[in-house]
C-alpha cells in the first residue's frame, strides 16, 4: 500500500522560511515521480513542484527561486525548502505521487494517483 506522510507545516513571518517533508512508503522515489501541491482557502489546488524519478525539478512560476524541491534516495523522501516565504504562500500543502513508473511529472493532479493527508503552512504579514 502506497502511503506518503507530509512533516514540517507551521507559521511563520513574511521572508522567513520552512522545510517540508514527505516520506513516501510503498514504492521508491528512484521510479516514481513526486510532486507538492497547495490549495489555499478558497481556492483550487495549484501545482508547487516536482522531482522525477531521475532527479529533474521543475517549479510552479511564483515559486522559482524561493522554492527548492530534493530527493533522500536514502530515507525515500522528498523535501520542499521554502525560502522568502510570502502571505500569499499561506495553504495546505499536499505531496503526491505520480501515476506511472518513471513517468514524467507534470503540474496537471491528474497525473498523480497518491496524495498525502497535507500539512498547513501560514504566512504572516
Known amino acids: 500500500q502506497v502511503q506518503l506522510v507530509e512533516n514540517g507545516g507551521g507559521t511563520v513571518p513574511a521572508g522567513g522560511s520552512l522545510r517540508l517533508s514527505c516520506v513516501l512508503s510503498?514504492?521508491?522515489?528512484?521510479?516514481?515521480?513526486t510532486a507538492w501541491f497547495r490549495q489555499a482557502p478558497g481556492k483550487e489546488r495549484e501545482f508547487v513542484a516536482a522531482?522525477?524519478?531521475?532527479?529533474?525539478?521543475f517549479y510552479g512560476q511564483s515559486m522559482k527561486g524561493r522554492f527548492t524541491i530534493s530527493g533522500d534516495f536514502r530515507k525515500n523522501m522528498v523535501n520542499l525548502q521554502m525560502d522568502n516565504l510570502e502571505p500569499e504562500d499561506t495553504a495546505v500543502y499536499y505531496c503526491?505521487?505520480?501515476?506511472?513508473?518513471?513517468?514524467?511529472?507534470?503540474?496537471?493532479?491528474?497525473?498523480?494517483?497518491?496524495w498525502g493527508q497535507g500539512t498547513q503552512v501560514t504566512v504572516s504579514s
Open positions: 503526491a505521487g505520480h501515476r506511472h513508473l518513471r513517468g514524467y511529472p507534470r503540474r496537471e493532479m491528474a497525473e498523480y494517483a497518491y
Open positions: 510503498g514504492r521508491t522515489i528512484a521510479n516514481y515521480g
Open positions: 522531482i522525477s524519478w531521475s532527479g529533474d525539478t
